[in-house]
């Protein structure tokens, strides 16, 4: 989603689902952010919530990251996908 100061944002849900091939993204994001906070990781500090269009069409709030950030959960997620979403 692009807003108003053309910053791309990415939700934080679909890119961890890619890299981390979990059944359950939202559970493995609920995890890593708690983990993050107690170690006082910016990544924490750099998510924020737009309204994205779900499947079903309607808006809710999601957890996003602009690509600064994408970049960091990269690099958090030991994944053999990393490397075709960072190209």
Same mark, same amino acid.
């Given at each position: 989603?692009?807003?108003k100061e053309k910053k791309y944002y990415i !939700?934080?849900?679909d890119?961890?689902?890619v890299l981390?091939? !979990?059944d359950n993204p939202?559970?493995?994001w609920s995890v890593m952010k708690t983990r993050l906070k107690k170690e006082e990781n910016e990544l924490a500090?750099?998510?924020s919530q737009l309204k994205l269009k779900v499947s079903d069409g309607k808006y809710y709030n999601t957890n996003v990251c602009d690509i600064e950030g994408m970049f960091r959960i990269i690099q958090s997620i030991p994944s053999?996908?990393?490397e075709p979403i960072k190209q």
């Open positions: 989603m692009w807003d !939700s934080i849900i890119l961890i689902g981390a091939e !979990s939202r559970k493995y500090t750099i998510c053999k996908n990393a």
